[in-house]
Structures are given as structure tokens and as C-alpha cells.
């Protein structure tokens, strides 16, 4: 199981990291992503890496201010988001998923098979 935490209200230009703990995933798991959705629309993939390294892809969207890592020793993957907008206003989602097949971790929500709950984020003055 996912846990994401770290959401909330920021005000526009603001920033917020978000956590998301994966020591409850037992299946085996070769990626790791971050997306965000809003209610009718589809799940907008926004980050990723695969588990054997610690380079991570971004959408163009959010290249330049989203930063993603990971702390190993303590399960948890990261989101840093700098200079938010409204616009970034959305339900934001870490999943993990099987891909082995791919030497980079591929920006889709279909290739990702578990998912956290969901953390709420708001950016409003």
C-alpha cells in the first residue's frame, strides 16, 4: 500500500513537498511515479524514476519546478513543488508499477498498477 502525505493550501507561488511511504508495497516493482487528477479528467503523469536508479523523468509541465527523489532508507519518495499555481490545484497520486522492459521508467499511467489514496493540493491567495 501507498501513503501519500504533505498536501494542503499554498498560496500561488508557494511550495509544498509531498511524501509518499511504499514500504507496505509487497509485489515486486520496477517504477515509481507521481500524477496528479482532477475530477473528470484523465490521470496526468508528472514524474517518475526506475527503483535501480535515481534519475527522474519529468512531464514538460512541471520540468523546472517538480523534483522528485527518494530517501531508501526510509521507503518514502518525494515531490517538491516550487512557483505553484492554480492551475497546479488537483489530487496528486504516487504509484509504483511492474515495468522491466523499458531502461527508462515510461510517463503513463497505464504502466503503473498500485496506488496511494491520493493527497489533496490547493493553491488559492
Known sequence: QLVETGGGLVQ???????????????????????????PGDLRDPLACLKTRDNSPRYA???TGRF???????????YLQMNNLQPEDAST???AVGPDHVHKQCILNAS???FWGQGTQVNVSS
Not at 16 to 36: K, Q
Open 111 to 113: 504502466k503503473y498498477n
Open 60 to 62: 514538460i509541465s512541471v
Open 12 to 38: 500561488p507561488g508557494g511550495a509544498l513537498r509531498l511524501s509518499c511511504a511504499v514500504a507496505g508495497v509487497t509485489a515486486d516493482y520496477h517504477s515509481i511515479g507521481w500524477f496528479r487528477q482532477v
Open 92 to 94: 496528486y497520486y504516487c
Open 67 to 77: 523534483t522528485m527523489s527518494r530517501d531508501n532508507a526510509k521507503n518514502l519518495v
